[in-house]
């Protein structure tokens, strides 16, 4: 039934069902259990032949209501005005897989309350909204990658040495991008405390009372609110570091009222907004806290869940045993992706105990964030490795007691047992974007033009691309792509024995990034006849229906060129229609004519001392310049390397500034 939010999916599931005069806790879970079955299966749109007013399944459907709304969204596709949904297909807009509202500040109460309940997400009017959509449209499609990926992608947002920073700003809007770019510098993740708004802490989820009203006065003041923040991280260059939303109970060191109610209600508010990881209190009893992990899990699957849990009472002795059992509770049944147990400390060895029993919980893989709070738990935030809450200068104070700032946190680690490492990158624009990256995370390794892979102190390398891996273990998507690019030191290697080294690629997965975002056209033509436009063959033909390349490519590898499927040849079959070109080599006269001729221009020579391209394509196609492509391809390798997500902000600026420094040169 209602795809709406926290509490007030009671409301539209009684319209629908005709059920009245139940009492609100037997009502939620009436509701709950009409309401999973029907979530746990996609429905595709059903349209009468009379309207036909949605969009295909594929696409959000995005639904506005008020002038702001729909100026915002101008040149969006799947956009319906909110009174023909009211009028025509409220009940179609509800079975959308992907449905998103976005309603002007001004728009009829009644109105934009009636699209809530009708609708899953929410985004606000403005500049941004148009963005916003598409990343949430991304969100939503993620539980499709499957279950192997998703658990990857966990991974890389809790690697080792990753940090998250909690806002805690009455406003979010007063988040700025200079502040938000030294924030990204530092952490990994930004923690939205939303129990301590303004808007919230003035409500009813504060002070106590009807949770699920208080829930819908205020979603709206925050999804404007997490939209200003959305839009003040694109502008500082760190827009696609993730938010995790928190609603914190005072018994849990928060300020919303003691009731799973209260708690829950306004998580919902995160999950409508879109946030790639909402936290979710595991102290409460399990029929709410299963119900709810239940609904939020089947409704919004893209969202990362975070089970978390806080004994902050300095007399309550938290021992190995109880640390674990405690842990087993955030794991939300299985449901959560990642467990946070924080617990007062009276001395140092809580420290060593609390970490023990991370160790010593079988979580399923999950990542396990256990501090202990105050001075005495310092030691816990040392050696935690995997997204330890910091504090940050700019903030003026630490959120919690016994938070130290990242800096500090890994001059420590690198004390205790973080050991330095040579990396070997041959091209001074990658060589300057994994330097910024190590230094900015805080890891004392060295990168530099030539490496001795004997070397003892050995990390890994970026080559260029080689189909010459004699001495390496080659990975499945190398073997591939026919290209290595990539040296990886194996998990397994350790100091007794020799060191195995693992050739990948990492530009093909790091194109399918780039532009598996983009609108592309049906026809891709790669340009390039060595070993440099094997990584991009193999990403489009993923990517597109076809691909075609230049003539001599593969010529001199027959074994390689049917596993792409044989790509014909440019020269064989020209393209017809609207085509996506790929630079990855020399362009002859007839080359240099159809890149003209496309409607999106990637630049994959991966040098931006390369000649310019014709003037022509990057005036009137769009263009992934060899920047652009370098940047995804630093954040791959360093993905690699580090088991992390790495830090885009600062790998930027470096490659930024090698192109900067080489257009001075050239002048």
């Known amino acids: 039934m209602g795809r709406s939010f926290g509490t007030t999916v009671v409301l539209l599931a009684v319209r629908a069902s005709g059920v009245s005069n139940v009492s609100p806790r037997g009502l939620k879970w009436f509701v709950r259990g009409r309401s999973m079955s ?20 594929e696409e959000a459907c995005v639904v506005v209501v008020g002038k702001d709304a729909v100026a915002s969204v101008a040149g969006v596709t799947g956009v319906v005005e909110g009174s023909r949904v009211l009028a025509e297909s409220a009940n179609q807009v509800r079975e959308h897989p992907i449905s998103i509202l976005c309603a002007s ?14 609708t899953s997400y929410e985004v606000a009017p403005g500049p941004e909204a148009a963005a916003e959509i598409r990343r949430i449209e991304a969100l939503a499609r993620r539980p499709g990658l499957g279950q192997a990926i998703r658990k990857s992608e966990v991974r890389l947002d809790f690697g080792d040495d990753t940090f998250f920073l909690s806002l805690t700003y009455e406003d979010l809007s007063l988040a700025t991008p200079e502040t938000l770019r030294e924030f990204a510098k530092e952490v990994d993740m930004l923690e939205i405390r939303a129990d301590l708004l303004e808007c919230v802490q003035a409500s009813a989820l504060a002070g ?51 009731s799973p109610e209260a708690v829950y ?47 902050v009472d300095a007399d309550h002795d938290v021992g190995p045993k109880t640390a674990v059992r405690l842990l087993h509770a955030c794991a939300l049944g299985g449901r959560a992706d990642a467990v946070k147990l924080v617990v007062a400390a009276r001395d140092e060895r809580d420290s060593i105990a609390v970490r023990s029993a991370a160790s010593e919980a079988d979580l399923d893989d999950a ?167 094997y990584a991009p063959v193999y990403a489009l033909s993923n990517l597109v229906p076809t691909v075609l390349v230049d003539p ?14 044989i790509p014909r040849s440019r020269d064989d079959d020209p393209p017809e229609g609207p085509f996506l070109a790929v630079v990855a080599g020399d362009l002859d006269a007839s080359g240099a004519d159809l890149v003209a001729r496309a409607d999106l221009v ?11 391209l014709p003037a022509t394509a990057t ?49």
């Open 552 to 565: 001599g490519l593969y010529r001199d590898d027959d074994d390689h060129r049917p596993r792409l499927g």
């Open 265 to 311: 209600a306004l998580a919902a508010v995160g999950l409508r907004a879109g946030v790639e990881w909402l936290d979710v209190e595991a102290n409460w009893p399990a029929l709410d806290k299963h119900g709810f992990v239940e609904w939020a899990s089947s409704r919004y699957p893209g969202t990362r869940l975070l089970g978390s849990q806080h004994v």
């Open 367 to 533: 990542p396990c964030v256990a501090i202990c709070l105050g001075d005495a738990g310092r030691l816990s935030r040392v050696l935690n490795r995997v997204m330890t809450p910091v504090t940050h200068r700019l903030l003026g104070g630490a959120a919690a007691p016994g938070q130290l700032d990242a800096k500090t946190l890994m001059a420590l680690r690198r004390q205790l047992f973080v050991s330095r490492k040579v990396f070997g990158v041959a091209s001074p624009a990658l060589a300057k974007a994994h330097a910024a990256a190590f230094d900015r995370v805080g890891l004392p390794h060295v990168v530099q033009e030539v490496v001795d892979p004997n070397d003892e102190a050995f990390g890994g390398a970026a080559l260029e691309p080689t189909r010459d891996w004699a001495d390496l273990v080659v990975s499945d998507k190398a073997a591939a792509v026919g290209a290595v690019d990539t040296i990886v030191l194996a998990d397994d290697q350790s100091r007794r024995s020799p060191k195995t080294r693992r050739g990948d690629n990492a530009l093909a997965p790091a194109l399918e990034r780039a532009l598996g975002a983009r609108r592309l056209p049906p026809t891709a033509i790669v340009f390039g006849a060595d070993s440099r436009a």
């Open 619 to 667: 005036a009137t196609a769009g263009l992934l310049d060899a920047t652009a492509v370098l940047l995804e391809l630093a954040d791959e390798q360093q993905r690699l390397w580090t088991s992390r997500r790495p830090p885009r902000v600062v790998m930027a600026e470096a490659i930024l500034l090698d192109a900067a420094t080489i257009q001075c040169d050239a002048h």
């Open 105 to 118: 500040e001004d728009a009829d109460e009644g109105v934009v309350e009636a699209l809530r309940d009708a």
């Open 208 to 258: 106590g009372g009807d949770a699920a009203a208080a829930a819908r006065d205020v979603c709206g003041s925050v999804v404007r609110q997490v939209g200003a923040l959305r839009a003040a991280m694109r502008a500082a260059g760190c827009g696609d570091m993730p938010l995790l939303f928190t609603a914190r109970s005072k018994n849990q060191c928060g300020a919303l009222a003691d």
């Open 602 to 612: 990637v630049d994959a020579r991966l040098d931006p001392r390369a000649p310019p």
């Open 38 to 57: 029907a979530a746990a299966t996609t429905v595709s749109p059903r349209y009468s032949e009379k309207t036909k007013v949605l969009p295909r399944s």
